[in-house]
């Protein structure tokens, strides 16, 4: 079996079992064999599913119509997934093993994925960076001593890793863009509605589900298996008018009127000069691609919407946590949990309704003004991130200073979590490498519901400035990183 086989785009290998010329049992072997070797290093993984894959793999055949029959997936562990652990990274969840899936993940099985296992996510999925105090940190392989992002960051490095050539991830504030910039894979969120959060899960006005990929193809092919109205779904994304999103990929973008804004969302939030960088030589590059290309100043440099943002976010997270009391059988206690989650669960139990909705309200007011300002471009660049991916133990959720880490975090990320608050879609590509070998990603947003449009732009970067091919040499990840890493209170 070719070392680099997980290293290939899941289409790829879709194909080669369904022509016969791979099984899913030898892909899917392969996958838990690496999973295996690299978890003690990564630490992407709350839970493998050894046995269940492998009896899943066995009854892909030849000629398996499914666009992604036989082919290894993992969900993070924030979502259902049958027989399976579900632990939202926090040890109040316990052992408790959901007995039906997610609508998305019944979606992935009918594509014909096989579910290897659940990935790491900060508790609560509420930083980004994954240091779970249930589980540890993840690593990112490009750099063991540094984040692989959060919240989906147990996904994004399984896929730089070759653990497995696709993985689940959401995105409520960047958290697949966050750890697709940090781990050099493609991360978009898409429009707001766009996938289903059923059974259990109401509507959300932040979050949105979706993918970590090598390549834009399968980014395209996984949202045209997610996307769409499901029985009971309050509201939903508008569908596409015609076609699919991967024919999308295959289509030329045209001539686009393109903004770059550098200014970063949050007050206080500084832009390190290789993010600045990658923005610039974005633009560059896509002047040479023949689009018209001008640099702006995005409304939203005098704002703080932390302050609000958390008044919308923080209920969700303590929804969370009284759906862990629930399962525990109690009240849940400040022991339970890590100290940035029982601070915002404190925050939201003191937050009045009034206050809730008039966050909410200035919130939508403030994301019309965005669209608005965004409606002359096609698409709008910014920053993935506004700092290199930070070490181990710079942000979590442990400590004496919660709201210290969670402002401290809204200066490493801010570019993204403005972008769920319009509900447009937007997406992480890794056009470059710092001097750091780190991974520099582009934010680029979308028009309203089309994601299809920026998927082509996406497709064609991918095509002038190939990653796919990249790898990072977890192997030669020594001890050595290990021990450099400063220990921290």
Request: glycine share 10%; net charge negative.
């Amino acid at each position: 079996m070719p070392a680099d086989l997980l290293f290939k785009p899941a289409l790829e290998l879709a194909a080669l079992i369904r022509a016969g010329e791979l099984t899913s049992t030898e892909l899917v072997t392969a996958a838990l064999a690496r999973i295996d070797e690299l978890q003690p290093e990564i630490n992407a993984f709350t839970h493998v599913a050894h046995d269940s894959a492998l009896e899943t793999a066995a009854a892909v055949e030849a000629g398996d119509p499914r666009p992604f029959a036989g082919v290894p997936i993992a969900v993070k562990d924030n979502r259902m997934v049958a027989g399976m652990p579900m632990t939202m990274g926090s040890a109040l969840f316990g052992d408790f093993i959901p007995s039906q899936d997610a609508f998305l993940v019944r979606r992935l099985r009918q594509a014909g994925f096989v579910i290897v296992g659940k990935t790491s996510l900060p508790e609560m999925g509420i930083l980004p960076t994954t240091e779970p105090r249930r589980f540890g940190p993840a690593r990112n392989p490009w750099d063991l001593a540094r984040t692989p992002g959060g919240s989906s960051g147990g996904s994004a490095a399984a896929v730089a890793a070759g653990m497995v050539p696709i993985a689940h991830g959401n995105d409520g504030g960047g958290s697949t863009r966050i750890p697709a910039a940090c781990c050099g894979v493609v991360g978009l969120k898409g429009a707001r509605g766009r996938v289903s959060v059923g059974p259990v899960g109401g509507q959300s006005f932040l979050t949105i589900d979706g993918v970590l990929t090598r390549t834009v193809a399968d980014t395209a092919a996984s949202l045209d298996v997610l996307a769409g109205y499901e029985p009971g779904d309050a509201t939903w994304a508008p569908p596409l008018a015609e076609g699919t999103y991967a024919d999308a990929v295959a289509r030329e973008p045209g001539r686009l009127r393109i903004g770059v804004a550098l200014n970063p969302p949050l007050e206080g939030a500084e832009l390190d000069p290789v993010c600045e960088a990658a923005a610039r030589d974005a633009a560059r590059l896509l002047e040479t691609l023949d689009h018209e290309v001008e640099e702006i100043v995005a409304p939203w440099s005098n704002l703080d919407l932390l302050p609000d943002f958390t008044r919308v976010f923080g209920p969700q997270v303590s929804m969370q946590v009284m759906v862990g009391g629930k399962l525990a059988g109690r009240e849940p206690v400040e022991q339970d949990v890590e100290p940035l989650t029982w601070t915002l669960w404190e925050h939201a139990r003191s937050t009045s309704v009034l206050d809730y909705l008039s966050a909410l309200g200035r919130l939508e007011s403030i994301a019309r003004s965005i669209v608005a300002a965004f409606e002359p471009y096609d698409v709008v660049v910014t920053p993935a991130l506004a700092q290199r991916p930070v070490p181990i133990g710079e942000i979590r959720g442990c400590g004496s200073e919660p709201w210290s880490q969670y402002r401290r975090s809204g200066f490493f990320t801010p570019y993204t979590a403005i972008i769920n608050v319009t509900g447009l879609p937007a997406a992480a590509i890794p056009l470059y490498h710092g001097d750091d070998g780190l991974p520099t990603a582009i934010q680029l947003i979308g028009r309203p519901a089309r994601e299809e449009a920026l998927l082509s732009l996406m497709s064609q970067l991918e095509a002038a400035l190939p990653w796919a091919e990249r790898q990072p040499d977890v192997r030669r990840r020594t001890a050595a990183a290990l021990r450099a890493e400063a220990p921290r209170a």
